[in-house]
């Protein structure tokens, strides 16, 4: 026997078992990370409800990676999000957990406009240090208009929010994606996405109907 594969046979195997374990884990956890985000949004007085699940939708931004599944959909009404999108990756480390807010977008068109804009914040001292600054990156037109969009400016640079966004626009299926890990958001940081958003449909989109 060749000893010398034993610790990449042993190693496979735990990575196996580890997918398995997390997969397993996300099948309870997911739904349950729908419905805490639903019951929270409803809280702050936000009009939702729940969407019927295998709806289409929700394999936008999933491709054929494996380990990602839409745990649902939650509709959004008067605000300019139409849906969003818990997703569950799971790998042999767990399963970690993205929000998609999802924009209808019908007006993408050309390479420029399928291109992702990423939130860059810089700290005074780096890493550790306070927020001094954000800007948003990307050659998409729609990184200039958030550039000047200096209403949310001010509300990220106000609040304690560590994550990171990122905007990708999906001209297959007519929409664009604001993802963030899962939190629970409050009504400002929920205000900002929607803020977001506005700037999305004045790019890409169509005015929403207000109830």
């Known amino acids: 026997m060749n000893w010398e594969i034993i610790p990449g046979i042993l190693i496979a195997i735990f990575a196996i078992i580890g997918s398995v374990i997390a997969f397993r884990k996300r099948d309870k956890a997911g739904p349950q990370k729908r419905e805490k985000l639903y019951q929270h949004l409803k809280g702050t007085g936000i009009q939702v409800s729940l969407a019927e699940r295998n709806d289409q939708k929700e394999k936008i931004g999933l491709g054929r990676a494996s380990g990602r599944k839409s745990e649902g959909l939650i509709i959004i ?3 300019n999000i139409d849906f969003i999108n818990v997703i569950g990756v799971s790998s042999q480390y767990g399963t970690q957990y993205f929000l998609d807010y999802l924009v209808e977008s019908p007006r993408l068109q050309g390479k420029e406009a399928a291109k992702k804009v990423k939130l860059e914040k810089k700290k005074s001292p780096p890493l550790w240090g306070k927020v001094t600054h954000i800007a948003w990156k990307g050659t998409n037109p729609l990184a200039q208009r958030l550039n000047v969009n200096y209403r949310l400016e001010d509300i990220l640079m106000l609040n304690s ?3 990171g966004i990122e905007i990708a626009p999906d001209p297959d299926w007519g929409y664009t994606r604001i993802r963030t890990t899962y939190f629970l958001p409050a009504p400002d940081l929920f205000k900002a996405i929607d803020l977001i958003a ?6 890409y989109g169509v005015r929403k109907a207000r109830g």
């Open 161 to 163: 929010f560590k994550g």
């Open 77 to 79: 009404e008067n605000t």
């Open 198 to 203: 506005k700037d999305i449909r004045l790019e």
